[in-house]
């Protein structure tokens, strides 16, 4: 994810193995060239190493002496080296981190040496250079996480092992009311119910939270993201959360909630026309605006936006709002209609031009006289027939079929598509002359997922329409369920919204809709709790056990006394029969904290 930067290593070196004198090096180290030198006696990681600067040195220290095997007299002198081999895709860094001289019992060397993972030389760096790169390098990070920390948007808490907190940036202060000097250094238990904090059981149980719905304190509403922070060998050292403030959206759902709940209690109607429009973002303020400006004139329309955004509804918006508003609106369905058909429909036929009867039939433009036709999917009307709808708009007169009489209406024509219709014209598939006759005024339709924040209102305006519809008490929303709202991406827009709220008033029993009335691809953005990896369980186990865990599974608490502790682990292996690995998921922890948990109660 980051790309970090590049360790330089010294790279002339010249490897030695056949366990050469001292007399041997002097030529090479001569020539500007590291010498490094192993044996079997030296082990796999560590060698000698002597820099060109030693040679002086070593004629003065071993002087009739230079027959001496290398390896056996430098071995212990500050000319032993430890030798690290990198792994696959390992930085020369990174190893270096990795090596822990306790474990291992290395002492700090002068210098460091470096393979590949074929065993390849790499090179060789001081150790002084190597810690220098790493504080440059962690001061580096520092500065960047500092810097991440106070641009984001969100609260981000940060804990050592130990439950200290070492990071609390801007956005923690704001939300929590709490200074960074208060609870910085200090344990975050100090500040925060200890069972509401979610950083804790990270640390505990190493499990990826995501999208989950919080309240860490009374009053404040959180989706926080947490992960557990580890060290290059996989061992917790800390964990990082993120929250993201969500207590006015909550807030806004409960003012919604209460004022929609007075309403329909009084069975108030909005009397504006365009009170369907629910909300006050500026996408949807925008063509509410050029609605109203259009629907003085006499001039076609054409309402642009994907299907399901709304484009009909505006379309009688628009009618309503007019001087036309006394007369007929009348709709059609361009995609659905067959075309032989379609003829008909439009412009009617004239008695004799099929059955023998004198009278004929008016089509929908005729039968509009003076009032709105709304075309749907414009760009699915035949080309011959986006011929006589332009000599109609372009003459304000038709023919019925099999008829020689001009008839002359004024019928407004609004026109709607989902489809890009200069796209069309420019590929041969839509008349162009059409195109700009209807073009007059365009009004471009946003879908749901770019005006979320139009979705409360909406969302309290249908369950209240619904719940009037089916004699049902006016519901609430649960925060999960608000919150599955606002993240839906809606591809069926205001219409897939407003089936949804169908559906939960419908299944809802218990004035409040929760996660298990809405469809499955809402269900789908319901909070969850991920375990680290290495703790999945099987999908067949989480399918068929899901409600009996959720019926049985206790928790064990950070803040519960031993006592608690113990009956709770004895109950959970008594409800599976022993399985410590099914035990430890009905309480909520990883198999290995179940096994400390047990250890330190003496209940092995």
Known sequence: MFKREQLSLNTPVTELTDDPDIARLLPILESGRAVAVRSDALGLNRAVLV?????????????????????????????????????????????????????????????????????????????GEALAFALSEQERWQSYFQTLA????????????????????????????????????????????????????????????RNAYHRPREGTHVLINASPVRDPRGDIIGGIAAEQDITQLVKLNEQLTSAHTYSHQHKAADSGLFSFAKG??????????????????????????????????????IHES???????????????????????????????????????QPGMLEAAKDGTLFMNEIDRLPIDLQAKLYRYLSQQTFQRIGGSKPIAVKTRIIAASTADLAAKVREGDFRADLYYALNVVSIALPPLRERREDIPAMLQMYLKQFSLQYQKPLPSLSPEVMLAFAGYDWPGNILELRN??????????????????????????????????????????????????????????????????????????????GNKSAAAKLLGVSRGTLYNKMKELGLE
């Not at 007019?322 to 209609?337: D, E, H, I, Q």
């Not at 075309?339 to 004929?360: K, R, V």
């Not at 399918?543 to 599974?553: G, I």
Request: aromatic share 4%; hydrophobic share 40%.
């Open 500 to 577: 949804v709220v169908e559906r939960c008033v419908i299944l809802c029993e218990d004035d409040l809709i929760t996660m298990e009335q809405l469809p499955q691809s809402l269900q789908a953005l319901q909070p969850s709790l991920e375990p680290a990896p290495g703790h999945h369980r099987e999908r067949g186990e989480a399918t068929a056990a899901a409600s009996a865990e959720a019926e049985a599974a206790k928790p064990l608490k950070a803040s519960a006394s031993q006592s608690e502790e113990q009956r709770l682990i004895q109950e959970a292996l008594a409800k599976t029969a």
């Open 51 to 127: 820099l060109p600067e030693d040679r002086a040195f070593l004629l003065a220290a071993f002087a009739g002496r230079l027959s001496e095997p290398a390896a056996d007299s430098l071995a212990d002198s500050p000319y032993a080296a430890v030798v690290i081999a990198l792994t696959p895709g390992q930085s020369a860094v990174e190893a270096i981190l990795s090596v822990d001289p306790d474990r291992e019992a290395i002492p700090m060397p002068r210098t460091l040496l470096l393979r590949d993972a074929s065993g390849a030389l790499l090179g060789y760096v001081h150790a």
């Open 322 to 360: 007019s001087p036309r508003a006394g007369k007929l609106f009348l709709n059609v369905n361009c995609g659905t209609v067959p075309a032989g058909l379609l003829d008909t429909e439009l412009f009617g036929y004239q008695g004799g031009a099929f059955t023998g009867s004198e009278g004929g």
């Open 150 to 209: 106070d641009t984001v948007t969100d609260a981000v808490t940060v804990v050592d092992r130990k439950g200290e907190v070492i990071c609390w940036n801007p956005v923690a202060e704001d939300i929590y009311d709490l200074p960074g000097a208060d609870i910085l250094g200090r344990r975050i238990g100090e500040h925060f119910e200890t069972e509401t904090l979610m950083v804790l059981k990270i640390l505990d149980e190493g499990r990826v939270i």
């Open 280 to 317: 006050k973002g500026s996408a949807l303020g925008r063509v509410m605006q050029w609605a109203k400006k259009v629907a003085s004139a006499d001039t076609p329309v054409l309402l642009v936006g994907e299907g399901g955004s709304g484009k009909e509804q505006l379309a009688q918006i």
